[in-house]
Nanobody, 117 residues
C-alpha cells in the first residue's frame, strides 16, 4: 500500500508561483511513476503532468513552459513547480502514483491552489 501526502497549495496572485510536493511512503518510490492531476469546480479531474520511473516528463498543453515536474528518489518526493500562474489554474491538485511492479494506482488527498487577485 502506498500513501501519498500533498503539500504546498495556497492562494497566489496571477503571475505568481507555487511549488507542490507529494511525499510517498509504503513502496519503492523509484518504481512509481508520479503524476499530477487537478480538478476545478464543476469540472472533471484532468491530467497535468507526469514523470516516469526513468525521469521522462510530459505535460498537458495548457501548462507547458510554466510547470515543471520533478522527483527526488532519495527523499521519496515528487514536486510540481508552477510559475506564471493563471486564474484558470485554480483547482484541487492531486498526486497520483502508478506502480510499475503491480500496476496499482494510488491517489493523495489533494491540495487547493487558488489563483486570484
Amino acid at each position: 500500500q502506498v500513501q501519498l501526502v500533498e503539500s504546498g497549495g495556497g492562494v497566489v496572485q496571477p503571475g505568481g508561483s507555487l511549488k507542490l510536493s507529494c511525499a510517498a511512503s509504503g513502496s519503492i518510490f523509484s518504481a512509481l511513476a508520479m503524476n499530477w492531476y487537478r480538478q476545478a469546480p464543476g469540472k472533471q479531474r484532468e491530467f497535468v503532468a507526469t514523470i516516469t520511473t526513468g525521469g521522462s516528463n510530459y505535460y498537458t498543453e495548457s501548462v507547458k513552459g510554466r510547470f515543471t515536474i520533478s522527483r527526488d528518489n532519495a527523499k521519496n518526493t515528487a514536486s510540481l513547480q508552477m510559475n506564471s500562474l493563471k486564474p484558470e489554474d485554480t483547482a484541487v491538485y492531486y498526486c497520483r502514483a502508478l506502480s510499475s511492479i503491480d500496476a496499482r494506482v494510488y491517489w493523495g488527498q489533494g491540495t487547493q491552489v487558488t489563483v486570484s487577485s
